[in-house]
């Protein structure tokens, strides 16, 4: 089965950068999707299509792909974006998808 | 605006069964795949089963193979997922969701979800 691999959390303090990755052999084919997810809340889309952001989604929420690596980078975090986030994606059939593990941050 | 709204779940035993709905509305519902969702307590995100527009494909995490069954009507506008043998595991909010992109490469909208609980 296919898996996609993200560090269970991230620290960072307010204002500094948070990175999370997510990891998966068919990401140079298939996008990666970013979803943030605040306790008791249904999932929100950040970003589609490995580099795209919704609209409404503050400018500070980037995504970048390198190889089998997707990026979703927080630039200046702030303390309403302490949120669990979670990459998801397909494998190299196309017919099954995943999501990663999830990343909790937290920005203190 | 997107409302996707899920209904159906509830308290069932080992072996039980369940049908859950969602009806959706604001979006022309026969244009887009669909996909179940779920997320056990305390865990994270599962995909669950993605269906094509007009029904024909639908795929399946191994989980819940010949188990689950994820159906459509698109003249209700109205997604589908009958949950048969349900198990202790099979405990999760499940979430309605609208796939996107190249082959439902994604999803972008959710429901509120709905609570299934599996218990004796």
């Known amino acids: 089965s296919y898996e996609l691999t993200q560090p269970p959390s991230v620290s960072v303090s307010p204002g500094q950068a948070a990175r999370i990755t997510c990891s998966g052999d068919?990401?140079?084919?298939?996008?990666a999707y970013w979803y943030q997810q605040k306790s008791g809340q249904a999932p929100v889309l950040v970003i589609y299509?490995?580099?795209k952001r919704p609209s409404g989604i503050p400018e500070r929420f980037s995504g970048s792909i390198s190889g089998t690596v997707a990026t979703l980078t927080i630039s200046g975090a702030q303390v309403e974006d302490e949120a669990d986030y979670y990459c998801y994606s397909a494998d190299r059939s196309g017919n099954l998808w995943v999501f990663g593990g999830g990343t909790k941050l937290t920005v203190l | 605006e997107v409302q996707l709204v899920e209904s159906g779940g509830g308290l069932v035993q080992p072996g039980g069964f369940l049908r859950l709905s969602c009806e959706a509305s604001e979006f022309t519902f026969s244009d887009f795949w669909m996909t179940w969702v779920r997320q056990a307590p305390g865990e994270g995100l599962e995909w669950v089963a993605t269906?094509?527009?007009?029904?024909?494909?639908?795929y399946y995490v191994d989980s819940v193979k010949g188990r689950f069954t994820i159906s459509r009507d698109n003249a209700k506008n109205s997604l589908y997922l009958q949950m048969n043998s349900l198990r202790a595991e099979d405990t999760a909010v499940y979430y309605c969701a609208r796939s996107v992109g190249i082959a439902a490469a994604g999803v972008d909208y959710w429901g509120l979800g709905i609570l299934v609980a599996v218990s004796s």
């Open positions: 068919a990401l140079p084919k298939k996008y």
């Open positions: 299509e490995d580099i």
């Open positions: 269906i094509k527009e007009d029904g024909s494909e639908q």
